[in-house]
């Protein structure tokens, strides 16, 4: 078949079975296994909807079937919630025939549990858990139907699912390692004749940490086991670093896996992450009634059981049905008149709410960026206004290319600082605008970033010119803070922007 008779919608993105087993901002991973399905949810912070679900049947390839919270009824991130602010990790369990999941809206009330039957949703509306404090609520049920629920610090509660009450104040049940900080991502489990407490400490960075307790009840006393922490790349050269923030389950052969969050950084010194915190899998076997956690690497064992392989993403979104795929994500809300696809039919339809990306309510739809080296590419119309295509971390981290009136500039917002470092006359009409991440393959001295991000035109003859070639580690999390990671996407700066499509592919190098 001639190439141009390939329709980009039927390319699609294949990928072998490797750590992370999701790829891209997708911190505080949960799961939960049922028969022979598994799901697991993320957190997403302020981001609209809220928490994607996958589902799996090998633990290692995951599709993205839903948002837990994708009504504006059930999710309210108020104007004001700051970039990693928001959604924080959610505890996914299954009792009773139902999936349970408890989460904080760290801007939006605290704590909430919602429920459902069907993991792609649609998910209850949320029952709030005044009672509950902090954050990092987990759900665990003991032989009488209890419900407890621990969060991080570590304290423990018993909890009315149906009203959401707590039965008496909160008792501090661990505090994990002495002298070691932010005891955090509390899971409880009975398995064997004990219940463990697993928990992150170190902090969610290079000290990133997994310990656990066990005790002879669900309100403990807890003891320690004498290997903690049971995970952690800390002082060490792994590639992955920062890993904790786990949850446990059992493959289909009934060995045991453990799910966490893990990072990889680029460049030299210190060292930047740009795809944010993403999700791995480690393999877990017993000793003397503790866990052992084994080989945790870009490379994944082979596995004694079936592989699933998920449908191959396609590389375009053609924007030609009424919803977009859940992996498409918006800054705090979505309103539908200022993000449709029925407006023009086969083209998405952003209209200008703030000005810029620097604006907490710009108009900006987005996926994360799951590969070190990617070539995005959208095809915007801006005869009715300003918009174009941008590579976000948060309001003061954003590279982006932006037509308007017969030209297009690269804007870059570091800290501080704006600047217009490229700009350039286009025909008038119809643009293909394009952005590639590489990553940095050779460090030339200690200060080398992690990678660049390039930001240019596709030319009639479909050659891309770059206008730009930035560093990346400004769009880290080193750089810029917080807890979330690069979304590539598209935005309106004035007026109504229209897009025909959009195309995201992995570059392999
Ligand atoms: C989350 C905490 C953590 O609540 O980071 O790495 C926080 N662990 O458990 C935000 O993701």
Redo the contacts with the bound molecule.
């Keep these: 078949m001639p190439s141009e008779k390939i329709k980009r919608s039927d390319v699609v993105q294949t990928a072998a079975p490797a750590n992370p087993v999701v790829a891209g901002f997708f911190?505080?991973p949960s799961v939960c296994r049922v028969g022979d399905d598994y799901y697991l949810a993320c957190?997403s912070f302020e981001y609209f909807p809220g928490l994607p679900i996958f589902h799996s049947r090998d633990l290692v390839h995951w599709r993205q079937i839903g948002n837990v919270l994708d009504r504006p009824s059930q999710l309210v991130l108020p104007q004001s919630t700051n970039s990693s602010g928001g959604i924080?990790?959610p505890t996914l369990r299954h009792h009773d025939g139902r999936f349970h999941l408890v989460v904080t809206n760290v801007n939006g009330g605290g704590n909430l549990l919602v429920t459902a039957t069907d993991p792609a949703g649609p998910w209850s509306e949320p029952t709030m858990l005044p009672g509950v404090p902090g954050?990092?609520p987990d759900l665990a049920w003991d032989e009488d139907g209890v419900c407890w629920c621990t969060v991080?610090g570590v304290g423990q509660v018993r909890l009315d699912l149906e009203t959401g009450k707590v039965e008496g104040a909160a008792r501090r049940i661990w505090s994990g390692t002495p002298g070691a900080k932010a005891p955090?991502?509390p899971h409880l489990y009975h398995i064997g004749g004990w219940w463990y407490l697993m928990i992150?400490e170190g902090g969610?960075e290079r000290g990133?940490g997994v310990s656990i307790a066990r005790g002879p009840a669900p309100d403990g006393p807890f003891e320690p086991c004498p290997a903690n922490p049971i995970l952690s790349h800390r002082s060490t050269d792994h590639p992955i670093q920062n890993t904790?923030?786990a949850d446990l389950v059992q493959g289909p052969d009934g060995s045991w896996w453990m799910v966490l969050?893990g990072v990889r950084p680029g460049g030299g010194t210190p060292g930047w992450h740009v795809l944010g915190r993403e999700t791995f899998l480690a393999p877990v076997s017993w000793v003397d009634d503790w866990p052992v956690v084994g080989e945790l690497s870009t490379e994944l064992p082979a596995l004694p059981w079936p592989l699933h392989p998920t449908p191959a993403e396609p590389v375009r979104d053609d924007f030609d049905g009424a919803e977009l795929h859940p992996r498409w994500v918006s800054l705090r809300h979505r309103p539908a008149e200022l993000c449709t696809t029925s407006e023009r039919p086969g083209w998405l339809t952003l209209r200008a709410s703030g000005g810029s990306l620097d604006d907490l309510n710009v108009t900006f739809v987005g996926r994360r960026q799951q590969h070190f080296d990617c070539r995005v590419r959208a095809l915007i119309d801006p005869s009715e206004g300003s918009g174009g295509l941008a590579v976000r971390l948060d309001e003061q981290h954003h590279y982006e290319i932006e037509t308007a009136d017969g030209a297009v500039r690269v804007i870059a917002r570091i800290g501080p600082l704006r600047s217009v470092v490229a700009q350039r006359e286009v025909p008038a009409g119809p643009v293909i605008l394009g952005v590639e991440p590489q990553r940095r393959e050779t460090l030339h001295d200690s200060r080398t970033g992690p990678d660049t991000v390039s930001l240019g035109v596709v030319e009639p003859d479909g050659s891309f010119t770059p206008l730009a070639t930035l560093d990346g580690r400004y769009l880290s999390t080193e750089v810029a803070g917080g807890?979330t990671g690069r979304v590539i996407g598209v935005y309106a700066a004035a007026g109504t922007v229209h897009f025909d499509w959009f195309d995201y592919e992995p570059v392999e190098r």
């Design positions: 911190p505080d957190s924080y990790a954050i990092d991080a955090e991502a992150a969610t990133h904790g923030h969050l807890f």
